[in-house]
């Protein structure tokens, strides 16, 4: 009965208004979700004058009358009112007595915990908090990468890091006893050989690119000068391989197969001034936070310790509910203190941590070894490369771990990952001895995130002001 004399009152306002009103269910294919674009209409005015005692009796229409009808639809493109094009769009939102009808943004409705759409009632919205989340389109992530790159005596080795993209755009990468340089032109430079005795099994460049610090085999750290392409010190602090490197603006941090994690201060001639023992295997996982108050260092003991940069006499934070070696570590530029770790085989989770309060707020499980973890600079989104047993590499979108895409071709684990100096690619590194690039994450400038107009974030109110100078002068 409600659903008729829905359909009878839709009737009757299509005789006696000129509005274009119209319904759009959008079918997605992923996990057969749905989601409801909806715009504001362009009500005439005249009309509306006109029709007045038509538009009140429209507006006493019952929200649950319209959920019950949007049930009972099948959830394809199916216009609900004959005779209007399919591009037409409608919505419960504006008010009729409103003098100046404009259109006004377009949001989307996801309820994450009950898998379900979000209706808007007659009198607003069912959440404040939807107010706060735009509607933005899927983009498309290309799954063939654009460049393959043969990578001889590439090792497969799970717990070195032998691939790290600078932000000048130099490509560092360990083969066997050398470090070879990409740039990308497509030339190649062969920086140095650490001899037959001896291998690479780390590389990492400094925050400005200039100079490129790399781990061997036999324990030795060396840092190279790019525009003298010549070493300037050899840091000798460890007494097994050095198997992660991490700096940040001051301090040099190295983990090895001898448990402990040297920090170093290069302008310092001590090899090192602080020798952190939190392990009990080797440290396989280091990152400084973007801020650069913490570490983050991952162990083949299976646990994720914090260091604070003020105390390094023992971890801030000590995380344990990995099952297995904690390589995979990455620091999320848009969110402060928040960390997410990846588990080696027998774990294949992918955990967020809040470091300001030391919480676990967020699992999922991956089904494969985690590899690698690559926060996106320009969107809210994470990269993940993995080994056993599927050697794919996955997109994430981290607010909520929903997969964007999937990428395949490696046919052995997926060990190393970098991202380059403009955040839109990625390169990849797998035991299969080949380097593959794929376009994955939004360029900066096509990324800003519109706010509520109701809470306008700092950010927004710094670009409007930078703006509105530009245009006074």
Request: hydrophobic residues 35%; positive net charge.
């Amino acid at each position: 009965m409600i659903v008729s004399s829905l359909l009878a009152h839709m009737t009757f306002l299509q005789k006696n208004m000129k509005c274009l009103t119209n319904l759009l269910l959008v079918k997605t294919k992923t996990k057969k979700q749905y989601k409801m674009k909806m715009e504001y209409p362009l009500i005439n005015q005249q009309s509306i004058m006109k029709n007045n005692k038509a538009i009140n009796h429209y507006f006493k229409i019952k929200s649950q009358a319209l959920k019950i009808l949007i049930q009972c639809i099948s959830f394809e493109v199916l216009p609900i009112f004959t005779g209007y094009p399919y591009t037409q769009k409608f919505s419960l939102l504006q008010s009729h007595d409103e003098q100046n009808s404009t259109p006004q943004r377009q949001y989307q409705y996801w309820d994450k915990e009950n898998e379900g759409i979000h209706l808007p009632s007659c009198c607003g919205f069912l959440e404040e908090e939807q107010l706060l989340t735009p509607l933005r389109s899927d983009r498309k992530i290309s799954k063939v990468p654009f460049k393959v790159l043969d990578a001889p005596a590439l090792q497969d080795d799970f717990y070195l890091n032998v691939v790290d993209w600078s932000s000048q755009g130099l490509l560092a990468v360990g083969l066997g006893s050398c470090v070879y340089l990409w740039t990308p032109q497509g030339k190649v430079t062969k920086l140095n050989d650490v001899g037959q005795t001896d291998s690479i099994t780390s590389v990492n460049w400094s925050k400005n690119g200039h100079y490129l610090s790399i781990g061997a085999y036999s324990g030795n750290v060396q840092i190279w000068d790019i525009k003298k392409t010549k070493p300037i010190r050899i840091i000798r602090a460890h007494e097994s391989r050095v198997g992660s490197i991490a700096w940040n603006s001051k301090i040099l941090s190295t983990g090895s197969r001898d448990k402990s994690i040297a920090l170093t201060d290069l302008r310092d001639k001590k090899d090192s001034f602080a020798q952190l023992l939190g392990h009990k295997q080797e440290v396989c996982g280091l990152r400084w936070s973007p801020d650069e108050q913490q570490l983050a260092s991952g162990g083949n003991d299976n646990k994720l310790l914090v260091w604070n940069a003020t105390n390094f006499e023992r971890p801030s934070g000590r995380y344990t509910s990995h099952t297995a070696a904690v390589k995979a570590i990455a620091w999320s530029p848009h969110q402060h203190g928040l960390l997410v770790s990846g588990g080696g085989t027998a774990d294949r989770c992918i955990r967020s941590w809040d470091t300001l309060t030391n919480t676990m707020v967020g699992c999922v499980d991956t089904g494969s070894q985690v590899c690698s973890l690559l926060f996106s600079s320009t969107a809210d989104e994470i990269v993940s490369s993995h080994g056993y047993s599927q050697n794919y590499i996955f997109v994430w979108k981290h607010s909520n771990m929903r997969k964007l895409a999937t990428l395949s071709g490696h046919t052995s684990r997926v060990l190393y990952l970098a991202a380059s100096n403009d955040g839109e690619t990625i390169v990849t590194g797998a035991g299969d001895e080949t380097l593959r690039f794929w376009k994955v994450f939004p360029p900066a400038q096509d990324n800003c995130m519109k706010s509520s107009v109701i809470a306008p974030s700092c950010k927004d109110l710094r670009q409007t002001n930078k703006l509105s100078q530009i245009a006074i002068k």
